[in-house]
C-alpha cells in the first residue's frame, strides 16, 4: 500500500492540485452559481456534474490529439521575474492565463458549435484551477518542482510539485473530498468574496500564484524533509487558493452563462494589468508550442 501511495505521489506531479483539488474547487464554486449559469452548465453537461468535469484536461493527457493543450496548464517565467509579462512568458498564447481567455470567449459565444463549447467549458473549469496552484505559475528549469526531490514525512520519492499538488491536500481532505469543499466554503467570509471578486483578469490571479511561489522556494528545508511542520506552515495557503479559485471559478461561470452579477463593476483585464492577455489562439487548434517544459 505505501508503494502505491508513492506511486500515485509521482503520477500526480503533473497534474495541478490533482483530482481531489480540482473537485474541490468546483464543489465550492457550484454554491455561488446562479440558477441561470447552472441550468446553463446542465445543458452543456448533461448528467455530469461540474466537479466531473473539472479533471477533463487533466485527463486529455494520455491523448495524442491533445498533446498542444500540455502548455496551457502553467505558465513559466524567469527566476528574476517579479511578475508575469505574457509577451515574454505566453509565446504563442500558449499559457494558462491565455487560455482563461480562450475558452472564456468561446463559452461566451452562443453561436460556436455545442462541442466546442462543451469543450470550452471542461478547459475553463480546470485552467481556472490550475492558475491558482502555486507551482503551476513557477519556472522551466526545474519544470515547477517536479525535479526537485523531497521527502513526506516516511516518504522518501517525492517531488516538491506533487507535494503541492496532492499530499498537501490529502491530508487535510482525509478522504471526503465533499466535506472538505463543504468546511472551506464555510470559512469564506465576506471580505474573502469582496478581494476575490475584485478582479476577473487571469493575471493578477497568477502573479497571486507566482508571490507565494517565491515564498515556496524561500522558505523549502534545505534538507528538503517536509513533514508535520511543513504541513501545519503551509496549510491554510492550500485553503486559501482553493477556496478562491472556488469562488472566481463561479464568478467567471456566473458572467458569461448567468446575468453577470458579482462582475458588472470589474475594471477591464486591460486596465489592471501592464501585460493584458492577448488575443488567444482558437480552440481546438495546436499552439506552436506543444513541447511542454514545466508541471
Known amino acids: 500500500m505505501v508503494v502505491a501511495f508513492v506511486a500515485l505521489g509521482i503520477a500526480q506531479s503533473t497534474i495541478a492540485w490533482g483530482p481531489d483539488g480540482?473537485?474541490?474547487?468546483?464543489?465550492?464554486?457550484?454554491?455561488?452559481?446562479?440558477?441561470?449559469?447552472?441550468?446553463?452548465?446542465?445543458?452543456?453537461?448533461?448528467?455530469?456534474?461540474?466537479?466531473?468535469?473539472?479533471?477533463?484536461?487533466?485527463?486529455?493527457?494520455?491523448?495524442?490529439?491533445?498533446?498542444?493543450s500540455k502548455p496551457l496548464h502553467y505558465i513559466n517565467v524567469p527566476r528574476d521575474a517579479s511578475t508575469v509579462n505574457l509577451p515574454r512568458d505566453c509565446k504563442d498564447d500558449a499559457c494558462v492565463v491565455a487560455a482563461i481567455t480562450t475558452y472564456a470567449a468561446v463559452l461566451r459565444?452562443?453561436?460556436?458549435?455545442?462541442?466546442?463549447?462543451?469543450?470550452?467549458?471542461?478547459?475553463?473549469?480546470?485552467?481556472?484551477?490550475?492558475v491558482h496552484q502555486p507551482l503551476h505559475v513557477s519556472y522551466a528549469d526545474d519544470r515547477g518542482g517536479n525535479q526537485v526531490r523531497v521527502s513526506w514525512f516516511d516518504e522518501t520519492d517525492w517531488n516538491f510539485h506533487a507535494v503541492w499538488d496532492s499530499a498537501l491536500i490529502q491530508r487535510d481532505m482525509k478522504?471526503?473530498?465533499?466535506?472538505?469543499?463543504?468546511?472551506?466554503?464555510?470559512?469564506?467570509?465576506?471580505?474573502?468574496?469582496?478581494?476575490?471578486?475584485s478582479t476577473m483578469n487571469p493575471s493578477v490571479w497568477a502573479n497571486e500564484s507566482l508571490k507565494i511561489t517565491q515564498k515556496l522556494y524561500a522558505n523549502l528545508p534545505a534538507d528538503k524533509q517536509l513533514g508535520q511542520a511543513y504541513y501545519d506552515a503551509n496549510i491554510a495557503t492550500v485553503e486559501q487558493r482553493l477556496s478562491a479559485a472556488g469562488v472566481r471559478l463561479s464568478m467567471v461561470l456566473n458572467d458569461i452563462l448567468g446575468d453577470g452579477r458579482h462582475a458588472r463593476d470589474v475594471q477591464s483585464s486591460t486596465a489592471e494589468s501592464d501585460q493584458p492577455a492577448t488575443q488567444p489562439a482558437a480552440p481546438n487548434s495546436a499552439p506552436a508550442t506543444t513541447q511542454p517544459t514545466a508541471p
Open 175 to 197: 478522504g471526503d473530498r465533499e466535506l472538505m469543499a463543504r468546511r472551506l466554503a464555510a470559512g469564506i467570509s465576506s471580505t474573502d468574496l469582496r478581494q476575490w471578486r
Open 109 to 130: 459565444n452562443r453561436k460556436a458549435p455545442r462541442e466546442q463549447r462543451i469543450e470550452a467549458l471542461k478547459f475553463l473549469v480546470h485552467f481556472v484551477g490550475d
Open 22 to 68: 480540482h473537485s474541490i474547487i468546483a464543489l465550492i464554486a457550484d454554491r455561488y452559481l446562479q440558477p441561470r449559469t447552472r441550468a446553463a452548465i446542465k445543458e452543456l453537461l448533461g448528467d455530469d456534474s461540474l466537479a466531473d468535469a473539472s479533471n477533463w484536461a487533466d485527463r486529455l493527457r494520455d491523448n495524442p490529439a491533445y498533446d498542444w
